[in-house]
């Protein structure tokens, strides 16, 4: 039986290096229906030509300008045709192996429409990695973690997430998704420029009534920060801005108006203590995360979908928070948590 067509696409932003090192193995996947795409986001590097000359079958897609993350990806999209689409960051290592399992387990149930394999650290294969590990998930307050990563503690690999499970988010790293999905979804939200599109993704395919999973019999090593480093005040100002837009997109609206108060209640804690640790610049960052958001709420409204599912009822929520549980119980291993749906 004729497997279903993948696409893998990789946006390239000055990237050459990372691309000679894990191109060769991508291209290596034991997958029949394969093609490789590098959709490039106008680098002023050889990216481009270093490509072509030695990845040959490699096809490259060109944006004239370098548009981010999320829209640089649906502006490449709009030239890829497959059943599937496997958005992978430029530094992730796969083994050869790493598509047919989840390609298998999506085509299983037409009610899938995003998955994610198992993520572990590059540079320490034993560990999971931060952007993803074994499956994302949100607590009740909007905030995200891991199965295998709590905050900054990051669990080693020792089996305990081998079943495969609905998730509430799939990580952006190695992100698979259904071609008919990306379209009915209208593929990543732009203005958030880049951190938590797929989280977004994600929860818009959820309120359609998909469902999102981690598969483990699957599994890549991610580098990750190859974009911006944590200690970044843009990306302190992307996590806390677009952590509220999503909110306000996709929450009920009675939830979404006390969940929004709450949130912006908590980000001013962080601020104060960015203060008091002397990190001015990350305080101005939450500060000017907040201003953004706030003038952005009439251009996100309008993106609200028609159908926002309560938030209580969708799979992968925590009933509790996971900032109460982290910083004052201790717990620091996904596998002590309860509670969840």
């Known amino acids: ?141 909007g905030f995200s973690f891991c199965r295998g990563r709590l905050f900054d503690q990051i669990e080693t690999d020792h089996g305990q997430y081998n079943d495969q499970r609905e998730v509430f988010w ?57 974009t911006l480093a944590a200690n970044s005040p843009f990306k302190v100002f992307l996590n806390f801005r677009n952590n509220l837009i999503i909110m306000q997109k996709n929450l009920p609206f009675g939830e979404a108006v006390w969940g929004i108060f709450f949130r912006m209640c908590m980000d001013f804690i962080a601020l104060i203590q960015f203060l008091m640790k002397g990190e001015y610049k990350f305080a101005g960052a939450v500060n000017k995360a907040h201003y953004q958001f706030v003038k952005s709420m009439r251009r996100t409204a309008s993106k609200r979908g028609h159908q926002q599912i309560p938030y209580t009822k969708l799979t992968g929520v925590y009933h509790s928070s996971i900032v109460w549980q982290f910083f004052i119980r201790g717990i620091r291993k996904f596998s002590q948590l309860t509670d969840f749906r």
């Open 1 to 141: 039986m004729l497997e279903p067509s993948v696409a893998v696409v990789i946006l390239n932003w000055n990237g050459k290096d990372l691309l000679s090192r894990f191109l060769p193995g991508i291209l290596q996947s034991d997958y029949s229906r394969l093609e490789v795409i590098v959709g490039d986001n106008a680098s002023t590097d050889d990216s481009v030509n270093f490509v072509r000359e030695h990845f040959p079958a490699v096809r490259i897609v060109q944006n004239d300008h370098n548009y981010g993350f999320a829209e640089g990806y649906n502006r490449v999209m709009a030239h890829v045709e497959a059943d599937y689409y496997i958005l992978l960051n430029s530094d992730v290592e796969v083994p050869q192996n790493w598509i047919r399992p989840i390609i298998q387990a999506m085509e299983a149930d037409p009610q899938i429409a995003a998955a994610q394999p198992k993520i572990k650290w590059y540079s320490d294969k034993s560990k999971f990695e931060y952007a993803g590990a074994a499956g994302g998930f949100m607590d009740r307050d």
């Open 170 to 226: 799939a990580s952006g790293a190695a992100f698979f998704i259904k071609h008919q999905q990306w379209i009915e979804s209208g593929g990543l939200d732009p203005d958030l420029f880049a951190h938590m599109e797929e989280i977004d993704l994600c929860w818009r395919l959820k309120n359609l009534g998909y469902k999102v999973i981690y598969c483990p019999e699957a599994e890549v090593y991610h580098i990750g920060g190859g």
